[in-house]
């Protein structure tokens, strides 16, 4: 299951991907109609991988308690969340029987199978988390008895990149000049207008 990249926005339905990130905003894409539209700063948004349960003794993970639900259901759909109170908390009781139950409230039980649900009906539930091909050749090689390789990496004085930043400014300001470029005329305004 990955749930990286996958976030709520407070104040929109639904849960989001992340597509792109700029300075001042993300752009993000709905789950359910594929939507795009930047998500501000201003925005509260919460990262499902970031987000946990309060129990009595460890909170748990938001990925763990789908990956309790997807047991429970066999890889199935879980109780709607518009479902009574009772039979939301008996079902959370069920999957998390040590939730804290006055720290946890109705409102994010029934988030928790909302979510589940727009998770599994989008396929994203069952994502694999991608593993970079540089893990896979160490477990490989640790699991052969080699010894893993080491990496020499190039590094460069800093009076090289000291010269390369003079040769950028230098030729930057001959191409100015090869240009022809001339210097602005001030607009005129009110009484200069016709001189």
Request: a positive charge.
């Amino acid at each position: 299951m990955n749930l990286k990249g996958i976030i709520s926005i407070s104040g929109k339905p639904g849960l989001y991907k992340v597509v792109a990130q700029s300075k001042n905003n993300i752009i993000v894409e709905s789950l359910e109609d594929k939507k795009r539209f930047p998500a501000y700063t201003k925005d509260k948004i919460s990262a499902l991988d970031d987000i946990s349960i309060y129990t009595y003794d460890e909170d748990v993970s938001l990925k763990d308690v789908f990956l309790k639900i997807i047991e429970k259901e066999d890889k199935n759909n879980c109780i709607s969340y518009k479902e009574n109170k009772e039979n939301l908390e008996n079902y959370l009781t069920e999957i998390l029987p040590n939730y804290n139950k006055e720290r946890v409230y109705l409102s994010d039980v029934k988030k928790i199978f909302q979510w589940y649900n727009l998770l599994h009906k989008t396929g994203d539930l069952f994502a694999k988390e991608e593993i970079s091909e540089e893990v896979v050749e160490e477990t490989e090689t640790l699991e052969k008895g080699e010894k893993p390789e080491k990496k020499k990496v190039k590094s460069e004085s800093p009076n090289k990149v000291k010269v390369i930043k003079k040769d950028v400014k230098t030729t930057s300001k001959t191409n100015l000049k090869s240009a022809g470029t001339k210097k602005a005329s001030p607009i005129k305004t009110g009484s200069s207008r016709g001189k």
